[in-house]
């Protein structure tokens, strides 16, 4: 690693601790993903700089404190299967990759799908599997799932998505309109419910029903 990249690597982690991402098994796995190789074209330059970057089909890859800010809530243990709803670049399913089990990540748009799964190859993440689907239904073949991570912002918690959380189960999900603020909401399924915290305001594009058109 060159001076250069080093000192970047180091001020990309500074950054993170001091929006408040201090868990040490989230860094290590930001510090491991380089959020280089998800960024392309003429944002490239800008992949450390802490703020969301436009993608292709009108999507965008989440600002860098957020992404670890929703890992750190979600807390992904080594044995946990993980659902993620809405692929985008793919950064945040490989963040995950390194911290549980087996993640399981759906797009509705099958461009973003198809260029994650190279960069997964790319990176020998063996344990993600892209799925193009309605990521508002979830995958209710595969529940239950440990942790689910949504990446869009719905209205309330989508039943279809808490019912595929196992009991003990937590899911981290944007909450409000689209064009108002948002609040990223912890929900964790205990044997009579659900439990709902309020971690801090986000914005996030909308959760879409029906597949992309492309």
Do not use: W
Not at 27 to 53: K, N, Q, S, W
Not at 132 to 149: C, K, M, T
């Amino acid at each position: 690693m060159t001076d250069t990249a080093a000192e970047r690597k180091m001020q990309f982690l500074f950054a993170l601790r001091s929006k408040g991402v201090t868990d040490n098994r989230v860094l290590h796995a930001m510090e491991e993903i380089d959020r280089g190789a998800f960024v392309t074209g003429h944002f490239a330059p800008r992949a450390y700089e802490d703020m969301p970057l436009p993608i292709a089909c009108g999507q965008t890859i989440s600002q860098p404190s957020v992404v670890g800010i929703m890992t750190q809530a979600l807390a992904p243990q080594p044995r946990d299967k993980v659902l993620e709803i809405g692929t985008g670049s793919g950064y945040q399913a490989a963040i995950l990759s390194r911290l549980s089990r087996r993640v399981y990540t759906v797009e509705r748009h099958r461009r973003l799908v198809a260029e994650a799964q190279k960069r997964f190859e790319a990176l020998a993440l063996t344990n993600v599997t892209a799925i193009a689907v309605d990521g508002s239904h979830g995958l209710p073949d595969q529940a239950p799932f440990d942790r689910i991570l949504v990446t869009a912002a719905a209205e309330d918690p989508p039943g279809p998505l808490l019912a595929q959380l196992r009991a003990g189960g937590i899911m981290v999900v944007p909450v409000g309109q689209s064009d108002a603020v948002q609040s990223l909401i912890k929900v964790t399924r205990t044997e009579s419910g659900f439990d709902y915290e309020e971690l801090r305001q986000v914005r996030f594009v909308p959760l879409v029903e029906g597949l992309g058109q492309e």
